[in-house]
């Protein structure tokens, strides 16, 4: 079952939803991909100002695409999305993802589904990291048709399972992680 907050997102901007299953699963993790995948998350990162939804909209859990500037963890990743897909990405590959953080917290984050393996990004750190070595308990994500979740069964990673970089599959330096007080 998907996360409430997705749910009421996607009736109330359905075109953001919409999976075409006929879109590749996966992309090729490609010095240009990386190019494209670490500038919006720095941007996005740089440009929404945290808050909670509860001080920002008087309720738990609100989903969408902070448009006046302002969101928490999910409105990050939402707003990548979608500036990835204007950017020619699948919608498919962009998986929304439900984890608990390193403080025993709820977190979105957003996985991107590369031939080189599963990367997050996040809203907590401009780096890019294979999920293996972000520390976070994994317990679902949005599926492949966009409409469904998949369990994760709570897999826990640290940094200490991890494989090998993702700079040096792409040959690249990784940006250093950057922490934004008051983020989720």
């Not at 749910?7 to 939803?17: D, L, M, S, V």
């Not at 100002?49 to 509860?54: E, G, L, Q, S, V």
């Not at 020619?88 to 991107?112: C, K, N, Q, S």
């Amino acid at each position: 079952m998907p996360v409430p907050g997705w749910i009421r997102f996607c009736k109330q901007r359905p075109e953001e939803c919409v999976i075409d299953s006929s879109e590749p699963a996966m992309v090729p993790l490609t010095p240009q991909v990386w190019e494209v995948l670490t500038h919006i998350n720095q941007q996005v990162n740089a440009a929404i100002r945290p808050i909670t939804d509860i001080a920002h909209w008087g309720v738990d859990d609100h989903w969408g695409l902070a448009e006046d500037g302002y969101g928490d963890c999910e409105d990050y990743q939402l707003v990548k999305r979608k500036q990835l897909v204007s950017a020619g990405f699948p919608r498919r590959v962009l998986r929304m993802t439900a984890v608990i953080d390193e403080g025993g917290e709820p977190h979105a984050v957003l996985m991107v589904r590369t031939d080189r393996g599963d990367l997050i990004l996040d809203n907590k750190r401009d780096a890019i990291l294979p999920w293996r070595q972000t520390g976070y308990v994994y317990l679902q994500r949005e599926g492949s048709t966009g409409s469904t979740w998949v369990s994760l069964g709570g897999t826990v990673n640290s940094p200490a399972t991890a494989f090998a970089p993702v700079s040096r599959i792409v040959r690249q330096p990784l940006p250093r992680p950057r922490k934004t007080p008051g983020s989720q």
